[in-house]
């Protein structure tokens, strides 16, 4: 079986929502905090906190609203569509928020697309219409501390021995779970990470390109297959090298 896994912030969305909702409500010091997670200075985790307590109380209608102004890529739903009739899994996994995740993916008709993320919990604030914003860190890995929220454990606990790993991404988050994957579809940073880390990948702009491709190796232009270095980081993890 395929098992396509996909990030959410500025893969499935135009932007990086959590990025833009962070820096919205909680100023330029947010920037900050991303630009020292980037450098290694603080975890994800601490960066989310710092995010967080950066806001302050959140107007709730006023952060429903900027949410709801979010594009997606349009050919995304589409592309969902594509893959339940092909028979592919489809499981979203972001190293963002679910509060936005889910209301973003019920916006555009598409609130059963499973995902994994981190929690946000809305607090009681100063007023009834305002709330604190607290993260929660359900899917952290024991040992790594780059991201709050393992895609790659994700991608290893829900795929079998005999099925193909398609990860499609494009930003930090998405170096990792590259690494693990059989076929990569990237763009922007990912495409600079997997040049330099000699990953091979097919470079996309639209789930649009990734649906051509996938279209083509499945009406007998080539043929999926598990990507041997891939399978033998895979094994790794597994032996607990």
């Known amino acids: 079986m395929v098992k ?18 962070f820096e919205r409500f909680g100023g330029k010091q947010c920037a900050r905090y991303i630009e020292q997670y980037r450098n290694e ?12 307590a950066a806001c302050g109380d959140v107007d709730l209608e006023e952060l429903n609203a900027f949410l709801d102004r979010q594009q997606i890529d349009a050919t995304f739903p589409p592309f969902v569509r594509f893959c339940e009739t092909a028979g592919h899994s489809v499981t979203v996994l972001s190293d963002g928020m679910d509060y936005y995740i ?37 899917y952290g890995d024991e040992v790594c501390d780059r991201c ?3 895609k790659r454990n994700h991608m290893l606990s829900m795929a079998g021995d005999e099925d193909i790993i398609v990860f499609i991404g494009e930003g930090y988050s998405d170096r990792c779970p590259a690494r693990y994957a059989d076929v990569v579809f990237a763009k922007d940073e990912l495409v600079r ?11 996309y702009q639209t789930f649009a390109d990734v649906q ?6 499945m009406g007998g232009e080539g043929q999926l297959r598990k990507r041997r270095r891939a399978e033998l980081e895979r094994r790794a993890v597994f032996l607990g090298g």
């Open 212 to 217: 051509r491709r996938l279209d083509r190796v």
């Open 41 to 52: 200075t603080i975890s994800a985790a601490e960066c989310f906190r710092r995010e967080c």
């Open 4 to 21: 396509i896994f996909i990030d959410f912030d500025g893969t499935i969305t135009k932007l990086d929502v959590g990025d833009a909702m």
């Open 148 to 150: 709050a929220c393992c």
């Open 193 to 203: 990470h997997c040049s330099e880390q000699n990953i091979s990948f097919f470079e």
């Open 102 to 138: 889910a209301r973003i993916l019920a916006a555009h008709g598409l609130p059963n697309v499973s995902f994994f993320s981190n929690h946000l919990n809305l607090l009681p604030g100063k007023t009834p219409s305002r709330f604190y914003l607290e993260p929660e860190f359900p």
